[in-house]
């Protein structure tokens, strides 16, 4: 996966947040940051802080003063810091407006797999199912295909789910999808694939929307 | 640092005056009310419900209904169908409306409706409790024993609004409280799908401590300034 | 019930309470206040304040400062403010020391009814259920009989309970009742009833502990 | 005013060397340890652990066990029978330990976990909460349907001992954190039958805000300044 496939992926992800609360996901979704305008929409990190700003300078960086990925972070003027307990609350009481999570897998009911592989030691999940049940929106954010090739949008998960039934969104460097009355609508195509080669790497059933958008993709993108 | 995000902080938060905001409360509405007996309570925008709109049937939960409040004429307008909360017997009024069959009133424990509260903005549904076993308040409620005690099952609480008294707001919409004024009010503020607060203050964003926000601003719908209807 | 009766339960009550965490009750509790050394012994109120100092001057007064009791107050400097439902977990999660709670009734098993009576609608009950369930000791502050003469301390209790098994502690005008080993031991009587008088008085099973204390009951004390 | 009772106070929180605090570690313990990798964790009462204690078996609730911290020699040398947390899949040896079976490992999603600890420290020994529904974190856990949705029963988390990092603490015990290492320690706080703090500073009483004190002295057994071995 190249820079700028992750770096497109993030900045149309951006682009589905212009204003609220948001949680960035490890991953893809950290570098989401970087095309939000921060001052509209503020970031939740679920160690206990809304309101992250950008990453410190050598000199401003601080121990006591990092995200959910454990790297060092600045804050903002109107920053709040709590317990984990709060935070979490915040997160599956509803209060967040998003999350923009990497996911490894999406179901076309709107399933979500992403933190473990199976066959390997199910030894981490962190907050991901937190996220995913919690946010109001949840967008996905993936390569439209494994490293290997395989397809990730699927008619059923095979990897462990996350959540059932909760993503909203899917970004990928080829497509949007998004989740409307309990179906996957084709949102919008890049230029950069067909109808048909979208299909072939897209098992999942999806409608096409009626205002489907077809855009300049990433080979047009100044990641 | 920073500089061009700090000169541009908006939040979804919105500033409103006490008519304008007390409009967006739907008929037959479930309330949270902070305060309790008269310390904490947003006694400006219950004003502001009760001359500024026609809304009836309200479900109000909240810790008691005392006299010196502006609950006690939401109540005698027969406005209040139900009070959900932990204290009402000293309001003889309300002891006698409820004979009547007036008004309905459901009893929590303190303890068991301020988690109950806590857990509703949590996204937690249901926990069990040791407090009440065993009392006339656990008679038909599911109970079970974990390590040896019996525990009630109590359902949490989530309204369709919380009113809530706040010391100072800054523009973000954090808030801090006042002494002992704090009481219901930050886990009323998680705990509706509309939550409106009533302040004392509203100050610029970064004035308050960051490390002594109670109510991060995430939890805030509506901030209405007192004195401003 | 003279004043000085109450305040003799309340200064006795405060003879059992010498250095931690108390939450004082309605009523005689109230009282024990006045007998406390407020500098070791801490008290919590349950609307949110851990350090309640004596009553206001006019001139302190506050009205967002009161206790559970809905009465004006002032604070040490050690107090800390914070909301019902941590005030709460600090009482149920047993991190009160001791609670003093006015009781109508206490069984020989240690159940205690304090909130109402039968046939009164049952319209209040505060967090006297979550006082009695949480804190460490529950001493139990009465007179040893009703205004009418009928017993208070008894077999089991004919009121609506507070809490099942949960007293520690009983203090009368006449006597000190402690539980221990799930009995009811008479720990100290006041030389102003006989053990056939207060026999009489008390249809509870007790036994009578070893040592005993003979006291100069309330007919001595300056309250 | 008060001045009398102002020069007396005294609680009965304790104030001791991180060598005496931690010998009151029993055996085969259940600790808490605060923290979220690096931030927040009570190296200095860790190390005192590693060092002046011999207890073994002992079971680690803490969010991870991160190579950077004083958790990981306590690993390596054996003495942590199971791990309670979030997120153990970074640390290689942890994860080739369990698959050995010389570590067991619970794990819990993070918003389970947090809400476990400050339930267990509040009286509530459990819950139902949406996460981890319909997923392998939910195999053998009894569910339920609340709001048309599927719930999970978690249960509540309360050790012997609590481990935790604050930043400052008064002489009566009151405790506030710094920026993002507050983290698990408040609730931590208030979950264990024996509470220890390690501290930046020690001040005086009342040098702390009373509306900002984050874990009131209630929650506090013992204060460690850090640098006293």
């Known amino acids: 996966m190249t820079h700028s496939v992750k770096q497109y992926i993030a900045w149309r992800c951006a682009q589905e947040l212009k204003s609220g609360i948001v949680n960035l996901g490890i991953g893809i979704p950290t570098l989401v940051a970087d095309y939000l305008s921060r001052g509209s929409v503020t970031i939740h990190s679920e160690n206990g802080i809304l309101g992250v700003g950008p990453e410190p300078s050598p000199e401003e960086f601080d121990i006591d003063l990092v995200n959910a990925g454990k790297q060092p972070i600045t804050v903002l003027p109107h920053t709040s810091y709590f317990d984990s307990s709060l935070s979490f609350a915040m997160m599956r009481g509803g209060h967040l407006d998003a999350t923009v999570i990497g996911a490894l897998q999406v179901s076309e009911k709107g399933d979500i797999a992403s933190w473990a592989i199976p066959g390997k030691d199910i030894l981490g999940v962190g907050g991901a199912m937190d996220l995913a049940i919690g946010a109001k929106r949840v967008i996905a954010a993936m390569t439209h295909l494994t490293p290997k090739g395989d397809p990730k949008i699927l008619p059923q998960c095979t990897y462990p789910l996350t959540a059932k039934k909760r993503v909203d969104t899917i970004v990928t460097e080829h497509a949007v999808f998004k989740f409307y009355q309990e179906k996957l609508w084709l949102v919008e195509l890049n230029d950069d694939v067909s109808f048909e080669k979208l299909k072939e790497m897209t098992p999942a059933s999806y409608e096409i929307a009626k205002d489907l958008k077809r855009v300049q993709g990433r080979h047009t993108f100044i990641g | 640092m920073n500089t061009e995000v700090e000169k541009n902080i908006a ?58 409040t502006n609950l006690y004429p939401l109540f005698k307008q027969n406005r209040i169908k139900k009070a959900i909360g932990t204290y009402f017997t000293t309001n003889k009024e309300v002891v006698q409306a409820h004979r009547e069959g007036r008004i309905e009133i459901e009893l929590l424990p303190q ?94 964003i970064g004035e308050l401590n960051p490390e002594s926000i109670v109510t991060p601003f995430a939890f805030v719908d509506i901030v209405v300034q007192k004195g401003e209807m």
């Open chain 2, 11 to 68: 939040t979804n938060v919105q500033f409103l005056s006490a008519g304008e905001a007390i409009k967006k409360i739907p008929e037959r509405a479930t309330i949270m009310v902070g305060g309790f007996g008269i310390t904490g309570i947003p006694q400006f925008l219950l004003e502001a419900l009760i001359d500024e709109t026609d809304v009836q049937d309200l479900t109000i939960i909240s810790n008691n209904i005392n006299k010196d």
């Open chain 2, 111 to 204: 303890g068991s409706f301020s988690e109950a509260i806590r857990l509703g903005g949590s996204g937690i549904p249901a926990f069990y409790t040791p407090t009440s076993a065993g009392t006339d308040l656990a008679i038909n409620k599911e109970t079970r024993i974990f390590n040896g005690r019996e525990h009630v099952l109590e359902y949490s609480l989530f309204a369709d609004v919380s009113l809530i008294k706040a010391y100072k707001a800054d523009k973000a919409g954090n808030l801090i409280y006042r002494k002992s004024a704090r009481n219901f009010n930050p886990i009323m503020a998680m705990a509706a799908d509309l939550t409106i607060v009533e302040v004392e203050e509203i100050v610029e």
